[in-house]
């Protein structure tokens, strides 16, 4: 079957770094994408890998590696705006994208 | 804005009742998908659109969902008789063709079936 696995919830103190990960078992392999979503909104775009390493974009990195089914999106500087639900997601043969059930990220100040 | 919008937000309906769900993608988004997600979940894939054709609909529940998207741009979807365990959020994503395109949603809209 395919499966997508992060933490349920992760706590972490403003100004700090927090890592997300993310493993994954699909029957294919087309992509995976990090999405943020606060509370009652919309899923936002944060990144997207297809190749091994890391991409790094402002405060936020995202970091794939194939071979092991395995992802991880960094967060540095928190701030208390980060307070969210982060999802994995990975895309299969097609179009199709499956989705992890979301890291319930929460900043302490 | 330039971004997807749905409506209603909110939508009560009893048991029973016929829902429709309307979704305005981003212009000139050719994919178009409906996702179901339930509290303290990712999105459940419901089903796709490439411009007007509906490619999978492997996703959606029962015959009693039905989703449309005639000119390309808007669609609808539709639930029939509803029942409580449709009550869930529904989201709608639009997106250039590629597989390297992410996904635009809307905010969704909250049905809560009584």
């Known amino acids: 079957g395919q499966n997508i696995d992060q933490p349920t919830e992760m706590t972490a103190t403003e100004g700090a770094i927090v890592q997300i990960n993310c493993t994954y078992q699909?029957?294919?392999?087309?992509?995976l994408f990090w999405y943020q979503q606060h509370a009652g909104e919309a899923p936002t775009f944060l990144s997207y890998?297809?190749l091994d390493g890391l991409e790094e974009k402002g405060r936020f990195s995202s970091f794939l590696s194939r071979s092991k089914g395995y992802s991880y999106l960094l967060l540095k500087e928190l701030q208390m705006k980060d307070s969210a639900s982060y999802l994995c997601?990975?895309?299969?043969?097609?179009?199709?994208?499956?989705w992890g059930a979301g890291t319930k990220l929460i900043i302490k100040p | 804005g330039a971004g997807v919008s749905q409506s209603p937000r909110y939508k009560v309906a009893k048991r029973g009742q016929d829902v429709a769900l309307r979704c305005d993608p981003i212009?000139?988004?050719?994919?178009l998908f409906w996702y179901q997600q339930a509290l303290g979940q990712g999105p459940e894939f419901l089903t796709y659109?490439?411009?007007?054709?509906?490619?999978?609909k492997s996703g959606l529940p029962s015959d009693r969902f039905f989703a449309e998207r005639p000119e390309g741009s808007v669609s609808t979807l539709k639930i029939q008789r509803t029942q409580q365990e449709d009550s869930a959020v529904y989201l709608c994503?639009?997106?250039?063709?590629?597989?390297?395109?992410?996904?635009?949603f809307g905010d969704g809209t909250r049905l809560s079936i009584l």
């Open positions: 890998n297809v």
């Open positions: 994503a639009s997106s250039l063709a590629g597989q390297d395109q992410p996904q635009h």
């Open positions: 659109f490439q411009n007007e054709a509906q490619l999978d």
């Open positions: 997601a990975v895309g299969d043969s097609n179009y199709q994208l499956i």
């Open positions: 699909t029957s294919g392999f087309n992509g």
């Open positions: 212009s000139g988004h050719v994919s």
